[in-house]
């Protein structure tokens, strides 16, 4: 019998068959997996993964946003024949506002760098700068005091003093004219050690209170002098000190025996002070007008003080009080001062006093000296002394004569547009109640010995406003008879232009043409009759 069986014929080639289609797409897939999972892995470790993160929470809070749209129905009826009903769909689209989601919260801490600019009111620019880092535990950075701590840079610009005659001109321009002198003295001329003495204490200030701002000394005060030189004229030798500062006002100074009052808007403020380094002994028994307020004060300090319990500071306090009180009230009855308000005078910085003997041009107090503002001259005397920090101070009534609007607390003049000469040696002892006929003689003739010849002319002449009266003129018939010739002495007085003779008849004078002035009562200053008027304080 045949087999049915199919035969497969032989073949020699071992070569399998070729893949069908399906099974390499299954490998391409396979691949393509493992591709995007090796991507997934590395992809957080690459500088794209920052932005992709931000991408994917803009997505998520895209998605968050609503958009409702709200469907009514609205059924309108309408009545007809027969009546029936029409419904009407209004379809109306609601839009929700819903509030932004509070920014994400940060991973991890990034050290950065802020800066900020400010102004303090003392005129400092402040610039700041925040300088962040990361640290270590709390718990050990506040025991370390590095991890908390501020460091201050502040930065001056000291200025450099102007010498020649056309630098002064550029602040002052009638100064040429006014001392035509300087001229001849320039040339010879040093900016003094005493301007840079000044800026060394005003910077050394700075240097102590520069971890509390608020006392730093302010912007205006620190550029307050333009220059100090020392002049010497060629011909006359005689020497000057040249400051050109700006005018700030003082008010201090009291005087029983010329002003038995004083305007408590003077003495109540915190910076007054009763005295003034000129100074002379009292002349008469009118007390001081501050005595009795003094004594006031020293009383309260003393029954506070004898209070027990009191802390040992405010017991220092007292202690320290009722000194200085004591003090000042035995100079109170002792000496009389210059009145700010009353009298011409300016004040020189208190850096001056150490260099007395060993600086000619050093200006001591009582010097002679003027002031120039503008196109006038002004006579006064070195009055007072000031802080060692600061230039460029005179009395009340020298600022109001500059300025009428100074005040104890306004100065007269804020520009460095003020010049004081002044005339070192020149002081006369002992010291006394101002005389201004003799201090206008003599600073014309000291300014005469700089090259100002028509100094007297040109200057300012202060009026005496404690100018006593003349005194009442004597009726000569009253007082002198032929009968008694003894008394034609006493007479004499009564005219300066007729002589008194024994025997012989004086003209009279009519009561009415001068009338004697009424009794002032105790205490009161003299009030002179007209003419000439005098001021009264």
């Known amino acids: ?24 797409i299954a490998s391409l897939s396979r691949l393509l997996v493992l591709v995007i999972i090796a991507m997934l892995l590395v992809l957080p470790f690459t500088p794209f993964a920052g932005r992709i993160k931000t991408a994917l929470k803009e997505i998520a809070t895209a998605w968050k946003e609503e958009r409702t749209q ?98 002064l001109s550029r602040i002052n321009p009638a100064l040429p004219s006014l001392l035509p002198g300087l001229d001849a003295m320039i040339p010879a001329s040093r900016v003094s050690g005493f301007y840079h003495k ?38 006359s030798n005689r020497k000057a000190l040249l400051i050109q500062s700006e005018m700030d006002v003082v008010a201090d100074g009291s005087d029983g025996d010329r002003m038995p009052t004083l305007d408590e808007y003077i003495y109540m403020s915190d910076y007054y002070q009763p005295f003034t380094s000129y100074a002379w002994g009292k002349r008469t028994k009118t007390p001081n007008p501050l005595l009795s307020r003094w004594e006031a004060r020293l009383k309260k300090a003393r029954e506070e003080y004898a209070v027990k319990g009191l802390s040992a500071e405010r017991n220092a306090y007292l202690r320290a009080q009722i000194s200085q009180l004591d003090l000042e009230i035995k100079d109170m009855k002792a000496r ?6 009353k009298d011409p005078f300016i004040v020189i910085s208190l850096l001056f006093r150490p260099y007395a003997d060993s600086n000619p041009h050093t200006p001591k107090i009582g010097d002679y000296a003027v002031v120039v503002h503008g196109g006038k001259i002004y006579p006064a005397i070195c009055g007072d002394y000031g802080p060692t920090q600061k230039m460029g101070e005179a009395s009340l009534l020298m600022a109001k004569t500059i300025n009428d609007k100074a005040t104890p607390y306004r100065r007269p003049e804020s520009e460095l547009k003020v010049t004081y000469v002044i005339f070192p ?31 007297a002319a040109v200057m300012h002449r202060w009026e005496d406003l404690f100018k006593k009266p003349d005194p009442p003129v004597a009726d000569p018939i009253a007082t002198t008879t032929p009968e008694t010739p ?52």
Not at 430 to 453: K, M, N, Q, V
């Open 1 to 24: 019998m045949r087999d049915s069986t199919p035969t497969t014929p032989l073949s020699d080639d071992p070569t399998p068959p070729p893949p069908r289609g399906p099974g390499v």
């Open 70 to 167: 709200v469907v009514t129905k609205e059924v309108e009826k309408i009545v007809q024949a027969p009546p029936r009903e029409i419904v009407k769909e209004v379809v109306k689209e609601v839009v929700k506002e819903v509030p932004a989601p509070p920014p994400p919260l940060p991973d991890a801490f990034i050290p950065r760098k802020e800066v900020d600019v400010a102004t303090l009111y003392n005129g400092i620019t402040i610039k700041s700068n925040l300088l962040m880092e990361q640290g270590t535990y709390a718990s050990l950075e506040r025991l370390d005091p590095e991890a908390y701590k501020a460091e201050f840079q502040l930065t001056v610009r000291v200025p450099k003093a102007n010498q020649s005659l056309q630098e």
């Open 198 to 235: 000044l800026y060394e204490n005003k910077t050394r200030g700075i240097q102590r209170d520069i971890t509390r701002l608020n006392r730093v000394l302010d912007r205006h005060n620190f550029f307050d002098c333009e220059t100090i030189l020392e002049l010497t004229h060629p011909v």
């Open 336 to 341: 009389s001062s210059l009145i700010a308000e």
């Open 425 to 455: 040696g020149t002081a006369e002892k002992p010291f006394g109640p101002p005389d201004l006929d003799r201090w206008h003689e003599r600073c014309a003739e000291y300014l005469e010995e700089i090259g100002t010849s028509n100094a």
């Open 486 to 537: 003894a008394a034609a002495p006493a007479a004499a007085p009564a005219s300066a232009d007729v002589p008194a003779t024994p025997g012989a008849a004086v003209p009279a004078t009519s009561p009415s043409a001068n009338p004697a002035p009424a009794a002032a009562p105790p205490g009161a200053l003299p009030v002179s009759p007209p003419p000439p008027a005098a001021s009264q304080p």
